[in-house]
């Protein structure tokens, strides 16, 4: 390679051996003068370098040439015949003047604003100290007539006292006049000093800006490679399907995305058109969209075909589109992602109301813990339950979509499963869902879940706060706990992946039983399983019954504890970990449905979330068109669509502020504005204000009146 600041050369055969030179491409100044490094990097180059600008480049026959830098580097290369030697002779004259050029601009290189500048303040330090400067002349003149009046006065007959006084007032006049010109002399010599150095103080400034312009491109540079290795990997290691067990939804091979590296990344704010080729040929029975001329409420009253009981077990795949999420990251580094408007090619297919209610995908381990006589046995179902909820996001690294304010999402499952649920985006910023789930089997589960997220450089922490209740209805027994972070790692470069961490407490408020659940956060340099979860069950009075094992994403043991005569609490736990005949398996994760990598990695219950269904309130999640557009492969209308929903929601905030101002100003009475399903209230258990369903939404389900409902799509 030849580089205007550095140029390193690594032989084929070796380092320093002699081996094959292969010609550069046919623009070779070019390419050449593309690698040119500056002085900051040269100095961190490795060992071997050697300075282009002072190189010396001779020729010694009529394929080999030597390059040195006139001490102890030199590298004799050849080319395969005289006329590639010639032309990579001439391309590294080329970048060799060009860096003699760089580096004799190097010193003197400042934009003509930063010129302006720079003159400006300089000419304002001139006026100043020419101003100081008469303000001297003015002070020497005056002191002088001053001082010779004064000693016209020494002359005169007067009271030796008088004499003395005029003696000091004197040397006072004549120490002022020595101070004033000392402090002239000073401002002289500050101008000289910001004259020679400010152009030093200007390349400075220019070698920073220019530092972290370099430094962005690169990191782009290293996505762009790291994505083409994956794909690159991706291809060469899977198995092409045979043409009889082809999956009906995969799109063919000349679908995939096969663009070179310069038209894998797009800018955050470019709407990305999907080709038709990439998308499923729309049929009049495939869900995944009719013709485009067709209005999307047609489209939905078509989909809405699909009864409760046949749950569909596919969605359209997903395209296979790269784009750099680094180019839209690196502008949010500290801030709340909430308010960063997201193009949908980051998003998966649902809302986060719908990710809500996949916590009830387990909802067995509820059943199963209404029907346990022993509370402490409840709590390690209730303990299962609440790690479970995780399991679902090992490898769902996209987004969700946002909520409009007063969208909701409810799940009917009471004929098939004994539960229906019901979420409500009952706040927009900070944005906050409530939701409230209903199950035959005696429990109700209810939580209000504010999501807060910070974006760290590296990785993504996305905070849910508010607090889960369980209440079960025959005992009575009332469990409370709250959420722990989720990081996304690798955001700038590398491929995605989730981490939980952090602690739960779940406290039984009436028994006064409780379990701490730890998930250890992943380390390189651990050696315990990934993604482990420990925990403890108590009674009131500390003691440990039973110890909890496992991993979120897979499953979660229990063990119970028995303590022998003279064990402490320690020893038992390690007596329960070892007593395998204790073991009891409170929950497994269900296998992914095939093909899951190719839609989203969504569970079967998820596949589910979307689904159309008939009698649906208006502000349901599964009519938002911007995600019904997005998990039909048309992400460009998705993106257009997404706009529109927005910009609708801040006239409806702006309407609603204006009308609160004038209330204020007339003195008139306002209402905020009010979930529909769901009214704040203080919880008696925990003291806290939260948002708690007061009901009427299955009586108006069952009676179509939705004439409440806000239109918000």
């Known amino acids: 390679g030849a580089g205007a600041g550095t140029l390193l050369i690594a032989l084929s055969a070796g380092w320093g051996m002699p081996g094959p030179l292969h010609a550069p491409p046919k623009s070779c100044p070019d390419w050449a003068t593309e690698h040119l490094l500056s002085k900051a990097e040269m100095r961190h180059t490795c060992r071997g370098t050697i300075n282009l600008a002072t190189a010396n480049i001779t020729v010694e026959d009529s394929c080999n040439f030597i390059i040195s830098n006139g001490g102890a580097q030199t590298y004799h290369l050849k080319a395969s015949s005289e006329v590639e030697r010639q032309r990579w002779v001439t391309a590294l004259e080329l970048a060799k003047a060009k860096a003699v050029k760089m580096l004799e601009e190097s010193g003197t290189s400042v934009s003509q ?85 400010s152009k030093k103080w200007q390349k400075s400034l220019q070698h920073e800006r220019d530092q972290r312009i370099r430094l962005e491109e690169t990191l782009e540079q290293l996505a762009k490679q790291h994505n083409h290795l994956e794909r690159a990997f991706r291809g060469a290691t899977v198995l092409p399907a045979s043409a009889g067990g082809a999956d009906p939804c995969c799109p063919a091979k000349g679908d995939l995305s096969d663009e070179d590296d310069d038209n894998e990344f797009f800018d955050a704010p470019e709407i990305i058109t999907m080709p038709e080729s990439m998308g499923h040929k729309r049929t009049g029975s495939n869900i995944s969209g009719t013709s485009s001329d067709i209005s999307l409420d047609e489209q939905y009253k078509h989909q809405v075909e699909d009864t409760k009981k046949e749950k569909r077990t596919r969605i359209p795949y997903k395209p296979n589109y790269s784009l750099n999420l680094w180019s839209i990251m690196k502008n949010c580094i500290g801030k709340e992602l909430s308010k960063i408007p997201m193009p949908v090619n980051f998003n998966e297919p649902l809302s986060m109301l719908q990710r809500l209610t996949e916590d009830l995908e387990y909802h067995e381990l509820l059943d199963r813990a209404a029907k346990c006589e022993s509370s402490l046995e409840q709590l390690c179902y209730v303990a299962a339950f609440t790690v479970s909820s995780y399991s679902t996001t090992v490898f769902r690294t996209s987004k969700p979509f946002n909520p409009l304010l007063g969208e909701t999402f409810e799940l009917d499952r009471l004929e098939e499963n004994g539960y229906r649920s019901l979420c409500e985006q009952v706040s927009h910023h900070p944005p ?280 918000i799509f």
Request: charged letters at 30%; proline letters at 4%; glycine letters at 6%.
């Open 432 to 711: 906050a869902a409530a939701h409230h789930a209903d199950s035959k089997h005696g429990w109700t589960l209810r939580q209000e879940i504010k999501i807060t997220s910070k974006f760290r450089g590296k990785y993504l922490s996305i905070m849910p706060l508010g607090t889960i209740h369980c209440v079960f209805h025959s005992s009575g027994n009332h469990y409370t706990w709250k959420k722990v972070t989720t990081t996304v790692h690798n955001i700038i470069v590398g491929k995605l992946w989730i981490d939980q961490s952090g602690e739960i407490e779940i406290v039984n408020h009436k028994t006064g039983d409780k379990c701490n659940l730890k998930f250890v956060p992943y380390s390189y340099f651990s050696r315990d399983v990934a993604r482990k979860v420990t925990g403890e069950v108590t009674d009131p009075t500390g003691k440990v019954h039973f110890v909890l094992l496992g991993t979120w994403d897979e499953k979660m043991d229990c063990y119970k504890v028995t303590l022998g005569p003279g064990d402490n609490g320690a020893e038992g736990r390690q007596r329960a970990h070892e007593a395998e005949d204790s073991r009891v398996l409170l929950w497994k994760r269900n296998p992914l449905p095939k093909y899951a990598e190719n839609m989203y990695y969504f569970s079967e219950l998820a596949l589910t979330l979307n689904a159309p269904e008939s009698g649906t309130a208006p502000p349901d999640s599964r009519r938002r068109p911007d995600q019904r557009l997005m998990e039909n492969g048309r992400w460009d209308e998705a993106n257009a669509e997404k706009q529109r929903l927005e910009e609708k929601q801040r006239l409806s905030r702006k309407r609603r502020e204006a009308e609160a101002a004038r209330a204020t100003e007339d003195g008139t009475p306002y209402d905020p504005y009010k979930p529909l399903w769901f009214e704040r209230k203080k919880d008696p258990v925990t003291q806290e204000l939260a948002h708690v369903y007061k009901g009427g939404y299955w009586e108006s389900k069952e009676k179509q009146d939705w004439t409440l409902c806000p239109d």
């Open 113 to 197: 604003t930063d010129k302006t500048e720079l003159q400006n303040t300089l000419r304002t330090l001139s006026s100043k100290v020419e101003d100081l400067s008469t303000c001297n002349d003015l002070i020497a003149k005056h002191g002088t007539a001053l001082q010779r009046s004064l000693s016209e006065l020494e002359t005169l007959r007067l009271p030796a006292e008088s004499t003395e006084k005029i003696k000091q007032v004197n040397e006072r006049a004549t120490l002022f006049r020595i101070t004033s010109n000392a402090m002239i002399n000073a401002c002289r010599d500050f101008l000289m000093l910001a004259q020679t150095h």
